[in-house]
């Protein structure tokens, strides 16, 4: 399914200048870009074309947060 992103290619996915907004976790890509809770290029203190796996069992919220967002391809490991 879609593209395959190293963490370096995933890191310019991050909404500057005019650039998607992707983040990746348990090694999908999904596109933020729509979410308001990304609008700047960061939600809280995690940025935007990061991995956020490890972030996510601190979150107040689980994956579900993910079900509605668009996955655009794979973190390649």
Excluded: C, W
């Excluded at 399914?1 to 907004?21: C, H, Q, V």
């Excluded at 490890?54 to 919220?61: K, S």
């Amino acid at each position: 399914m879609g593209k395959t992103f190293t963490r370096e290619e995933l890191n310019r996915y991050n909404g500057a200048d005019g650039r998607p907004t992707y983040v990746a976790y348990k090694g999908e890509v999904y596109d933020v870009s729509e979410s308001p809770l990304f609008e700047y290029g960061m939600h809280f203190e995690h940025y935007a074309g990061e991995d956020l796996t490890d972030f996510m069992a601190e979150a107040p919220h689980g994956e579900e947060v993910l079900r509605d967002i668009p996955a655009v391809g794979r973190l390649a490991e």
